[in-house]
């Protein structure tokens, strides 16, 4: 595979923004937050320290100060060559700007630098993941696991590898490995959730509730809890959840949404449906869905007028909504009968 080299990028940034570097008169930081005031008289001090460019490329990525952060996190491992962090930050800089050829391709100096290195081999891991290249990410995770078979962030890497290939049952199998070893593993629980979930499977709730025990106020995990009465036709358990939900997060849009959907199709509440419906539109006046729905819903109780209007919006948000063009035109042909 060709690579652009990351390093004509870094030798730019260390030209640009070397804004507190070697500035000897301390009274200039005086003006800048104190910990990077104090972080940048570190560096006056002593201008090889790699702790100190570390920390302060830290401050900088917290502030979203991308640019100068890759200065200090190349300065960091030019310093502290040795040491796989200096490597692994760098990497996820990279990572994070999606430059994943210039991430990999540091990750692979700190593997030759440091082959067992759990951290870079699983780093190296999730590169192949992201690349969808099973057989060498399983070969990265294998390594991690001879070196330390407790390992739960590797027997979820495979449980999501064999998620994506359609493998099922290993899917489950290694995420429960991740779970074993980690009870408090919540991502994991919830990708357990939603393969019960997708054979309407009631495990799924079993699962759901380990997340919320692992986290109590995760919209996620009561949204999914919620979507699965829904599904399988426990409405009330379902509005329930929803009214969690909004207790949590009032601005919650698909709550609401999805409220006024049961009332409109299950309960034949029109009126309460066209006010869910609202309520999210008031949230997010770019929810087309809501849109559509609330124009169906007053298309029911036969006000065509609003319905159109309704309908209307949803083609002001996205004017390719085929099903808002059809409404509409089926409305105007009857209007013209």
């Known amino acids: 595979m060709t690579r652009k080299t990351f390093l004509p990028f870094i030798i730019v940034t260390i030209i640009l923004f070397s804004s507190c570097n070697g500035n000897k008169n301390k009274e200039k930081y005086a003006k800048l937050p104190e910990e990077l005031a104090n972080l940048c008289i570190q560096i006056d001090e002593n201008p090889q320290d790699a702790s100190a460019y570390s920390k302060r490329a830290q401050y900088y990525l917290k502030t979203n100060l991308l640019d100068s952060a890759y200065y200090d996190a190349y300065m960091a491992l030019k310093f502290d060559s040795a040491n796989p962090e200096r490597y692994i930050f760098l990497a996820d800089l990279f990572f994070m700007q999606a430059q994943f050829e210039n991430s990999e391709e540091i990750l692979e100096k700190a593997y030759s630098k440091a082959p067992k290195n759990v951290d870079v081999i699983m780093k190296l891991a999730e590169i192949q993941l992201y690349y969808k290249r099973y057989t060498e990410m399983n070969d990265f995770l294998n390594k991690a696991l001879d070196i330390d078979n407790r390992n739960p962030q590797a027997f979820f890497m495979k449980g999501y590898a064999y998620k994506e ?24 629980y919830i990708q357990l959730g939603l393969l019960y979930h997708a054979r309407h499977n009631p495990v799924a709730l079993d699962y759901y509730n380990n997340a919320l025990n692992v986290q ?38 698909w709550s609401y949404h999805n409220l006024g959907w049961i009332a409109m199709e299950n309960e034949n509440k029109l009126d309460e449906a066209i006010d869910d419906f609202s309520k999210a539109l008031a949230i997010d006046k770019n929810f087309m869905e809501a849109a559509y729905n609330r124009g169906v819903a007053y298309e029911k109780k036969g006000d065509k007028k609003m319905a159109v209007e309704s309908y209307n919006l949803a083609l002001k948000i996205n004017p390719e909504f085929e099903m808002a063009l059809q409404r509409i035109h089926v409305l105007e042909v009857r209007k013209g009968k």
Do not use: C, W
């Open 216 to 253: 109590p106020q995760s919209i996620e995990a009561h949204y999914n809890i919620a979507m699965f009465y829904q599904e399988t036709g426990n409405f009330q358990k379902a509005k329930d959840r929803y009214q969690m939900i909004l207790q949590i997060n009032k601005n919650h849009k």
């Open 165 to 188: 290939q359609g493998d099922t049952m290993n899917a489950i199998r290694n995420y429960n490995k991740a779970v074993d070893q980690n009870p408090a593993y919540y991502d994991a």
